[in-house]
């Protein structure tokens, strides 16, 4: 499946997976909005971290967010 975000062109290949598979990129569902964030594994709990420094990771209950999927390939596309 590919993914289209709402940025500037940016496309996103995920693989269809429905679990936690280790720090990576993911397709999340939380709190009623579709995302793709960096989800890492600590020891005080699950954080969600974005690409976007201006952004702040946060720690999050595992059971409130859905993984829809894993990001395999990200490329950007910039308008001139």
Known sequence: DVERSRGLGDVYKRQSMDYF???DYYLISYD???QIKMLQKRSDGMYVVSAN???KEWCC???DLAVRGKVLVHAGFRRF
């Open 61 to 63: 209950d595992p059971t």
């Open 21 to 23: 598979d280790g720090d």
């Open 32 to 34: 009623g909005e579709t």
């Open 53 to 55: 420094p201006e952004f």
